[in-house]
């Protein structure tokens, strides 16, 4: 969940960023948004590796 939470964020900062003409904003956004991708993917290997130690029991 929480991962979702860091991409919205991140995209309402990169937009706001934008719209004020502050690149610092703009660029935390990028910031959330690329942390909030990582948590995901770190989520799908979780559960990849969950599948496949069930599989195996």
């Given at each position: 969940?929480?991962?979702?939470?860091?991409?919205?964020?991140?995209?309402?900062?990169?937009?706001?960023?934008?719209?004020?003409?502050?690149?610092?904003?703009?660029?935390?956004?990028?910031?959330?948004?690329?942390?909030?991708?990582?948590?995901?993917?770190?989520?799908?290997?979780?559960?990849t590796v969950?599948?496949?130690?069930?599989?195996?029991s």
């Open positions: 969940m929480g991962e979702i939470i860091d991409k919205v964020k991140g995209r309402i900062k990169k937009a706001a960023g934008a719209l004020m003409g502050e690149p610092k904003l703009e660029r935390e956004g990028k910031v959330d948004e690329v942390k909030g991708k990582a948590k995901g993917a770190v989520e799908d290997v979780k559960h969950k599948q496949a130690v069930s599989k195996e």
